[in-house]
């Protein structure tokens, strides 16, 4: 997670020019990446991006039109049992069998796999000790999507897919299941994640890939993705009537915007510019409704990059299908 | 780097096939609505009709009882209703739930996963069986010879291993779980009012028995009707209705293979 690893065997998935059409239409278009060992690795993107079709590939569910894919350093496509061992999978929807109990199945899908993880331990893990003994059925959404959890964990995997493990969770639902996964990444498995969620892929994600169009748009940590950590700082307030933006002193920015009376300043010297701001605001006795200073945000990012904000910036790439 | 994944071998692949025999069965008792359906309805339908029959002869096969006749035309779509039925909308909502693919994902193998299906369809099957030919012999005087046996176990070994096998392949032909008691029922009803499930077809037109010949419902509840006819010595086998239960067993592994080969995810 920390160090940088040169050798193949550090790898635990290569993906190299990933193509996937259905017929004319191009739903993944030459994607590459790498996911190390350890580490939480995020594909964020909008519905409909590709997402679900590269994971299901690398799952071995779907086959690939062209490029190159290596999981724990096997070919998914060949669906080898001894890759089933090492993968534990959490899918998009997927059913259970509703009249077992969540300690019957654990223990169930724990059996087919050679090397197992105690049942009671699993279910500890998720935090379903006191549905133990309920039948699946008779779960709620939460507690069936910590189910799917727990049987992707019995088989005591390498590597975890979660394909949107958080979708429709209550905000409390999703802390817990949050939780969960930072403890999988403790226990040092790899974990690749899709998610629709700025802030889930902020909080669990070591490096995210940004998808739009069946492409990769953008990747790296969360907090550089899109030169995020580069780019100006925006202090952000509001004048009182009677004060035009005229009167704010002079400062260093990037540039100014008004609408209204909000003001969005733009600058890299954020703790200058602020400082004058305030300084003059107090002086002058001006009240600054909402004042803050704040980095763009992931989600400013995101919106930028997917272009489903409002934003001015064009995105670099193009999806060309 | 991996700790070393023990190697499966044939033996742990049979003991997991157990297993899995286990939880199937525990699923299959706790759904009453699926028990109703292929467990229960066979017999109920024995205990109405060998009750109303009671006493009745069958003129045309030189007056021997109804119920020798009926018992093991009751036992044949007894057979159908816990194998085939039962599997045909069993592995539909399995599908449509997306169980299937889940356990695509999990190292049991396939062929693993539907042996043990059909395992535990044939134990219901066998439970069925054993309460059929019971109460057959109890109250409505059902005649077994001993030197028969060869015909029964026959009769049932590849009337299961027919049902069953086609049961699992006829979903590839089911839409939708919704769409499985249709598609089945389809299948199923027309056929067993010209198969010697509820009466003789002996007067029926000869088109309606050449067309009930073809089909493995009619060769069932014949074999097994051969097996209980007080009228026939010997061990049992009827040998052109086995064959025809040999030939769409043959179909219905072809079928299932069919079925299995396709993977579960690739939509496209």
Redesign the interface.
């Known amino acids: 997670m920390n160090s940088i690893p040169t050798q193949a065997?550090e790898l635990a998935i290569e993906v190299h020019d990933l193509r996937?059409?259905?017929?004319e239409n191009l739903?993944v278009g030459g994607v590459s990446f790498d996911v190390r060992?350890g580490e939480v690795f995020c594909l964020l993107g909008p519905n409909g991006a590709g997402k679900t079709t590269i994971v299901?590939i690398l799952?071995?569910?779907?086959?690939r039109t062209s490029g190159e894919a290596r999981v724990?350093g096997i070919d998914p496509a060949t669906s080898a049992?001894?890759l089933?061992?090492?993968?534990g999978?959490v899918?998009q929807?997927?059913?259970?069998?509703?009249?077992?109990s969540v300690y019957?199945l654990v223990e169930?899908?724990g059996?087919?796999?050679?090397?197992q993880r105690p049942v009671d331990e699993v279910i500890q893990l998720v935090e379903l000790t006191e549905k133990r003994d309920e039948?699946a059925k008779k779960l709620s959404g939460g507690q069936r999507r910590r189910l799917d959890l727990a049987?992707a964990l019995v088989?005591d995997p390498?590597l975890i897919f979660l394909d949107e493990p958080t979708t429709g969770f209550d905000p409390q639902a999703r802390r817990q299941a949050w939780s969960t996964i930072r403890s999988l990444c403790q226990l040092g498995k790899t974990v690749f994640l899709t998610t629709h969620y700025m802030d889930e892929a902020q909080f669990l994600a070591d490096r995210v890939a940004v998808m739009r169009g069946g492409q990769i748009i953008a990747s790296g940590r969360p907090d550089e993705l899109g030169g995020r950590d580069l780019r100006p700082a925006e202090i952000r307030f509001e004048l009182p009537d009677g004060v035009g933006l005229d009167e704010v002193p002079d400062l260093p920015a990037e540039g100014r915007e008004l609408t209204g009376p909000r003001v969005t300043i733009h600058t890299r010297q954020p703790v200058r510019a602020a400082q004058i701001i305030t300084s003059w605001a107090v002086d002058s006795e001006v009240d600054l409704a909402h004042f803050s200073v704040a980095q763009p945000s992931l989600e400013d990012i995101y919106l930028e990059l997917t272009g489903s904000g409002g934003h001015a910036q064009p995105v670099a790439e193009e999806a060309t299908v | 780097?991996?700790?070393a994944?023990?190697?499966?071998t044939l033996g742990?692949d049979l003991g997991?096939v157990f297993?899995?025999i286990r939880?199937e069965q525990?699923?299959y008792w706790?759904?009453r609505g699926r028990g109703v359906f292929t467990f229960v309805f066979p017999i109920m339908f024995l205990v109405i009709f060998a009750s109303l029959d009671k006493g009745q002869t069958i003129s045309t096969r030189g007056n021997i009882a109804f119920n020798d006749f009926f018992v093991p035309g009751i036992l044949a779509y007894g057979i159908i209703a816990t194998t085939f039925v039962n599997l045909a909308i069993g592995t539909a909502i399995l599908r449509d739930?997306?169980?299937l693919?889940?356990m695509?994902?999990?190292?049991?193998?396939r062929w693993a996963y539907v042996l043990a299906r059909i395992g535990s369809a044939s134990i219901v099957m066998l439970m069925m069986t054993a309460v059929v030919l019971g109460l057959g012999a109890a109250v409505w005087g059902l005649d077994f010879r001993a030197g028969a046996l060869p015909g029964l176990i026959v009769s049932l070994v590849l009337g299961t291993a027919c049902f069953t096998t086609i049961g699992v392949g006829i979903t590839q032909f089911i839409p939708n779980a919704e769409a499985g008691p249709v598609v089945v029922n389809l299948a199923v009803l027309p056929l067993t009012f010209i198969s010697n499930i509820w009466f003789p077809i002996d007067s029926l037109p000869q088109a309606l028995k050449t067309i009930a010949g073809l089909f493995p419902i009619k060769a069932l509840a014949t074999s097994l009707q051969y097996v209980f006819d007080p009228r026939h010595h010997g061990a049992g086998l009827d040998g052109t209705d086995l064959r025809v239960l040999a030939i769409w067993t043959v179909v219905g592994v072809w079928l299932m293979i069919r079925f299995l080969r396709k993977?579960?995810?690739?939509?496209?």
């Open positions: 065997d996937k059409s259905y017929g739903a060992r299901e799952e071995g569910y779907r086959t724990l049992r001894t089933r061992e090492q993968v999978i899918l929807q997927c059913g259970v069998q509703p009249d077992l019957e169930m899908y059996r087919y796999h050679a090397r039948r049987l088989g390498e | 780097m991996n700790p994944i023990p190697q499966s742990r997991l297993w899995q939880y525990r699923a706790r759904n739930q997306g169980i693919k889940r695509q994902g999990t190292p049991l193998p993977p579960m995810g690739d939509v496209g």
